[in-house]
């Protein structure tokens, strides 16, 4: 007879339920499966109804955000073997501290609307003409804020970090992350335009560093270290117009010198 | 303070969505969770040692006999309970805090970042050095 695993996972129904509950489904236990497998299994051979999101299913697209046992993981991504062994029991809950729609679904418009605030694209204040041709950037100057691209709003880093869930305000790891990718390219000149959300009780200094986010991050973006940076250069920037307020920047150039 | 307006304090009426609510307890089920809480802790314990070693110096203006009269106070049981315990959270911070340190500062030498562990391993060996003259000079003068 084949392994099984039980999976426990948490179903939630708008229009039935008044809070999530859990159903058990046994799955063949298979080394080569990870979670997504096994959910898609539940919901071509057991039960279609089971709700979830998924698309790429190779770690890009960053859709297939689930908690595995606890543990915010793309489901895409996390063996069941890692977990379980024949007869074994796996808890899959929807991302923790989102609102849910349906069983593992959880809304994004919070954080899509945060995203939105860190303006993460490039702003170029003087943009030269066409003619003068592509915008050169050395290695050095990618490296400078590469690792931080590697973000795939996961949200992930939102399910591990707990002042995400005690305050819903909070712009949270990936949106900071995504600015200081932006702030640090040195063909953008919005690192002003975006002190204003950055530099807020509600942005970095809502940030205790747990850490959470970084070692849940499934593409080594480290959000914590972005805060902690941004924490240390905005301290030292509110140091300087303290000391020396005649050199205060103009707002017009204070971007791209920022960006540097 | 400047407010930020474009997310409103409140989301919009969902009634069929469902808002999990966070425990009071929230730091208890994980340890990474409670390490964390403990850290934070840790700071009290930092902030009394300070004060401790704040009374001993004004105990060392005020002569020899303000200093033995504080010298039979932190030798008392509960006063060592304390220390102990204070002992082991000022580590716990130190090491906590040393160990975050190269995520909040990646030096860059010649356009290559420092190894992480290189980082962590300055500030081991500054405050071994710290400890071994402080140590040097302690045992000297007995």
Known sequence: MSDKVILEIARYSPERDAEPSFQAFEVPFRKEWVVLDALNHVKDTIDGSLTYRWSCRMGICGSCGVMVNGEPKLSCATFLSSYARNGNRVRVEPLRYFPIVRDLVTELSGFLGKLKQVKPWLIAKDEPPLSQGEFLQTPEQLEEYRQFSMCINCTLCYAACPVVGLDPQFVGPAAIALAQRYNKDSRDAGATDRTAVLAHPEGIWGCTFVGECTRVCPKHVDPAGAIQQYKIKAALDWTKTLLMPWNRRKPEDAGSAAAD | ?142
């Open chain 2, 1 to 142: 303070m400047q407010q930020l307006t474009k997310v409103p304090l409140y989301t919009e009426y969902h009634p069929r969505w469902y808002r999990p609510r966070v425990s009071v307890y929230w730091w208890l089920g994980q340890w990474q969770y409670l390490k964390f809480i403990l850290r934070e802790l840790s700071s009290v314990f930092v902030a009394l040692v300070v004060v401790m070693t704040l009374l001993q110096l004004r105990a060392l203006r005020n002569g020899p006999e303000a200093y033995a009269k504080l010298q039979a106070l932190l030798k008392s049981p509960a006063v060592l309970v304390v220390s102990v315990v204070s002992l082991f959270f000022v580590v716990f911070h130190t090491i906590t805090w040393f160990n975050l340190t190269p995520r909040a500062m990646p030096l860059r030498v010649r356009g290559k970042r420092v190894p992480e562990w290189l980082v962590a391993a300055s500030n081991y060996a500054v405050w071994i050095v710290a400890s071994g003259l402080v140590a040097f000079l302690v045992l000297r003068s007995q």
